[in-house]
């Protein structure tokens, strides 16, 4: 047991210089009302006391929140009015474990609103939940809606959260067939029609033309639907369901459905959910915009993952990093007309004067169902609405897609980069798409480089043109899946069919380097597991140029290969050196985003043998710190403890903050144990006035903690000691 020198001292209390502070809050008021612990929060609303206090919102302070808190339409549930004092002092919203903030919808200008704050952490904690109730295209509500706002901040962190159902949307159903009589149409679905009488929907693809379009539900039950149409005749197929976009015929504007709108600098999204969102991660930037973080995120039920754009003149943005982040299933967001199009990333711009340098997407997973409705995994805009962006790297990527559809831009396509574009050492495994769907579609980009990427299952392969500066494009892997029309690489516009010796040659003519000159091509379908992982029998293994020169700075990640959206640890990668000979050289990397990781061999057959397993004793566990102690002086009487001599607790209560501790902690005071319960780096102790008897002068206790070592019981039941082999 490691003794700690913080004394707890037993006086008068004398004025104390302000310091952090915690504060908690539910529902309602609860206990005491003193906002000391869950059992006795504050209302979050108190007009005192309340989360919207601007004497709670001081630097340092911790602002908990415990149990279910409801909120209504519209809501905003706090609007932070002061700042953090650095990275060290911030004010921080957390989750106490198993606590659910949520409103039937939060309004459009967030839930939670941190514009032009700096140094606010908002933390889920273990389990935290943020949520709507009630929005979306089959329930009561259909409304813009914003979980945390954080627009124009500086070191704003968003972690550990579950932020669900901003709107839940819904595919869209079959239509068996419409029957007008001039004023109103009758729809027949193929399954319950869905939406609500009120709701604005569109009508696509049914053979009478008349039928199609944007209309308002009269009344729905079970599968018929109607509303009013003046077409008198009958038309068969299509679908129905909520259609995006502005104005009034559309359901919801899904640009305005986020988890989180953001932007500034140095700020961070980490270890966040977010589901049912249209625009989920949202950043529209303004000038000056630097360094800003969104890793290891998981987003799925969406249309845009993440939104990297700006609608400001004169804006111009720096590095943002993008990582081990997996994205997935954005069916459940189609529309009848595809409205709106699914992109796990999508950047562009809608002003003059503006861009961005230096963009980082790295190590992410997309996978899954992604409907009918994509545009792209990724999509860097260029034309009209370009992102204008200068220096963009891509690497160690993994698109695992489940459904064939023709995706109209390719998986990882780019179409903007001034500077230099980087793609290298991504994976996209499809399930064998017969259209010209791309693997790559890289062009209008600027000293260009496409190196150790795999292509496998795609009809269309890759798309390349319109570069400037100088163009390397070699040590990729293709197959030899083709699309229906036999056109599998496009090279500056046009189509090279699908022999690999001929998208070479057109390659080669262009003047650009490499050419695929170490490339290869694979039998379809390539050696890759589910998880489009490499076999054994993959030909890329050992293929790949080693970039170990680049990896540093911003690109250290590419030494080792990919986290695959931060679902397992990455293998290194062979040190810098120079690939000679690809396929023997063990310098040369693996293609793709993974390395391959060889099992061991089964072993030989052996005489039979007894076998003892021999465990090392567990080491000492790391013993903790404490960090403060929360009050270190209270007056002692005979009905407790108290800070004001009004207000007693009995038993005594102390917080104390700690490094290295959880709720196994021991804890003593003067030598006799003490109950603590834990939660994120705090222990809440209970002192029976047993152990603090009624002082008549100035006297002192001490606190000890300490980390008890576990030895299991060896035994065959529940750890293996003993055992047989043989042949």
Known sequence: MKKLGLLLALALLCALPSRAADFFYANTAQGGNTGADCANAFAWNDGTNGVNASAKQAAGNKLHLCGTITLGTAATFVTFVNSGASVGSPITLVWETGAILQATYWSSSGGIIANSRSFIVIDGGSNGIFQNTGNGDQLANQQQSVGVSATGSTSVVVKNLAIKNMFVHTAPVSITSITGNGTTATVTCAATCGLVTGEKFHVSNNANSGFNGDFTVASTSGTTLTYLNATNATGAGGSLGCSFGSGGTKCVDHNFVNAITISGTNNTIQSVTMN?????????????????????????????????????SNAHATNVFMDSNKLHDTKSWDTPDCSGHHDGLHAFGAAT?????????????????????????????????????????????VVNITTSVLVTQGY????????ETKVMYNTVKLPGNADLTSCYN??????????????????????????????????????????AGGNCWIIQGSFTGCSFASYKTACNTQGWT???????????????????????????????????SIASGNLASLQNDSTVGNTRTPLARPATATCVTPGTDANCWDLGAMQFAAGSPAPPPTPA??????????????????????????????????????????????RISCTNCDGTTLVTLDGTSVSQTYSSGVMTVTVPLSLLPVPSQITQHTFTASNPTNVPLLSRASIPSFRIQGN
């Not at 799925?300 to 990297?308: A, I, L, R, S």
């Not at 076998?611 to 009050?631: F, G, K, R, V």
């Open 276 to 312: 049912q969102c249209g625009f989920c991660v949202k950043h529209n930037y303004g000038n000056l915009d630097d360094n800003n973080n969104y890793s290891k995120n998981e987003i799925f039920d969406f249309d845009h993952g993440f939104m990297y754009a700006t609608a400001n």
């Open 353 to 397: 004067n503006y861009g961005y340098t230096g963009l980082y997407f790295t190590n992410n997973s997309i996978y899954g169902d992604w409907g009918s409705c994509i545009t792209a995994g990724v999509f860097i805009e260029g034309g009209a609405s370009a992102a204008n962006a200068t220096n963009e790297y891509f690497y160690n990527n």
């Open 412 to 419: 990882i396509a780019a179409f903007s980069g001034a500077g």
């Open 442 to 483: 890289i062009g209008s980009t600027n000293n260009t480089t496409i190196y150790g990427n795999v292509c496998g299952g795609a009809g269309g392969r890759g798309n390349f043109g319109n570069f400037t500066g100088t163009t390397t494009l070699d040590y990729n892997q293709w197959d030899t899946k083709s699309d």
């Open 514 to 548: 490499g050419c695929d000159s170490h490339g290869r091509q694979d039998t379809y379908p390539l050696a890759l597991n589910s998880d489009a992982s490499p076999q054994v029998t993959f030909g890329g293994i050992k293929w790949g140029i080693n970039l170990g």
């Open 609 to 654: 043998q007894f076998i003892i397993a021999a465990y090392p004793l567990p080491a000492s566990p790391t013993q903790p710190t404490i960090t403060s102690l929360s009050p270190t002086k209270t007056y002692v009487t005979n009905k407790g403890c108290s800070q004001d001599g009004v207000k007693w607790l009995n038993p005594c209560t102390f």
